[in-house]
């Protein structure tokens, strides 16, 4: 089974990945732009969610 935490890492993982890829196809957008969203997406965002998640469950 998996847990919260995995579903939503691997949910903006995914999400983060498809952004970069559609990014980088319509746009012209630098790597290091693109690297950035990426790593906004897929790293830092579901941190920030699983740590509200979890500070709502604990109240």
Excluded: K
Excluded at 14 to 32: E, F, K, P, Q, S
Excluded at 39 to 45: E, F, G, I, S, T
């Amino acid at each position: 089974m998996v847990s919260r935490e995995n579903a939503i890492i691997l949910l903006f993982m995914a999400a983060g990945l498809a952004l970069a890829y559609g990014a980088r196809v319509v746009t012209d957008l630098g790597d290091r732009l693109l690297i950035g969203v990426l790593l906004l997406v897929a790293v830092v965002a579901p941190q920030l969610v699983i740590g509200y998640v979890d500070g709502a469950e604990s109240a």
